[in-house]
């Protein structure tokens, strides 16, 4: 197993911008600019991409140098993050595929309700499952990660005990596969990036939002809800998740010196897998932690999370495949093949 303490960050980091560790001497530096759009305090900054960047900068003897750039401080909106990387604007982003539907169709797979199980088994799943369906990123990205966080939480103004409850709520959710399942369910969807997540729920704009325990800490969620709702079974206590990428612009990892492609390759895919599952699953811990002192944890019982799963998996992921139907894509195929192979990593 791949231990944290691997890519654990040495060293004094300054806040929001991360510099590689010292190289060569007259060694040439290639300098990449990392763009994402939280801000610094949040979980995937400090404790997954400034590691990773640090990695990167002490195996590369220097000669890569990561500057990371937090809460789009380069410009844009989260959504368009995928097209910086791609056109060149920044080297490297972390983004939601599904900030920009309709562009990463085939990883959506993994976003259908009740397929995601644990994190890191369908961490190693998706990275398997990309190499053989990775057409929509290889003309524009080298790839670092394509991952999924621990899974989707309700966190609500008023408290979601049944199927019922959640009737007629809007309910915000990142992705369209997301505002299919909630449809399902009888709610309405609004779809929007983590950031406009505060602003939704003091306004009260949105009943409840759909994000793990993780991010609701430098969104300060638990301070402006007082319920939060997993499901009530053993083997699915989310009702989906999300998939993120870390990718890097095709042309400027092409255009490096072999041996630092090689850095950057091992520090991608099944390397890194196994990592950010375990990240990803411990940085869950404070915000259960922080929303447990301040509101009610609400476990639906098994009889209500059979309802909801008979109202959502199959009426959505018939709507995904028929919409990849039009694609001229086997949906049916990949359905299949995502499920076998999340089975597998979770033996």
Do not use: C
Request: proline letters at 6%; zero cysteines.
């Amino acid at each position: 197993m791949l231990k944290s303490l691997k890519f654990a960050a040495s060293g004094v980091l300054a806040l929001g911008l991360m510099t590689g560790v010292s190289g060569i001497a007259n060694a040439e530096t290639t300098t990449l600019k990392l763009h994402h759009l939280l801000p610094p305090v949040a979980h995937a900054h400090k404790n997954m991409l400034v590691p990773w960047a640090e990695k990167v900068g002490k195996e590369s003897g220097g000669r890569l140098k990561i500057d990371i750039y937090p809460a789009m401080q380069l410009g844009g909106k989260p959504p368009q993050l995928a097209g910086q990387a791609a056109d060149g604007v920044v080297d490297i982003v972390w983004t939601v595929l599904g900030y920009t539907p309709g562009r990463f169709t085939k990883t959506e797979v993994f976003e259908l309700p009740f397929m995601h199980t644990n994190t890191t088994a369908t961490n190693k799943a998706i990275t398997e499952y990309v190499k053989k369906h990775g057409d929509e990123f290889e003309k524009d990205y080298k790839l670092i990660s394509v991952f999924v966080h621990a899974g989707q939480v309700f966190h609500s103004h008023k408290p979601i005990r049944t199927v019922a409850d959640i009737k007629g709520m809007k309910i915000r959710t990142p992705t369209r596969t997301g505002g299919w399942m909630i449809e399902a369910m009888g709610a309405t969807p609004i779809g929007a990036p983590v950031p406009k997540i505060p602003e939704m729920l003091s306004k009260k704009i949105v009943d409840a939002v759909l994000i793990p325990y993780e991010v609701t800490m430098p969104l300060k969620t638990a301070e402006m809800v007082d319920y939060h709702t997993s499901l009530g079974d053993p083997k699915v206590s989310r009702p989906n998740t999300t998939v993120f990428m870390i990718a890097m612009n095709k042309a400027k990892y092409e255009s490096l010196a072999p041996d630092l492609q090689k850095v950057i390759d091992n520090n991608s895919g099944e390397h890194l897998s196994e990592w950010l599952g375990e990240i990803w699953d411990a940085a869950e811990v404070p915000g259960i932690n922080k929303a447990k002192a301040s509101g009610e944890l609400i476990v639906m019982s098994a009889a209500e999370t059979a309802k909801l799963r008979a109202m959502t998996e199959k009426p959505v992921t018939d709507r995904w495949i028929a919409a990849m139907k039009e694609k001229g894509v086997d949906g049916q195929a990949l359905v299949d093949e995502a499920r076998a192979l999340i089975a597998k990593y979770s033996k």
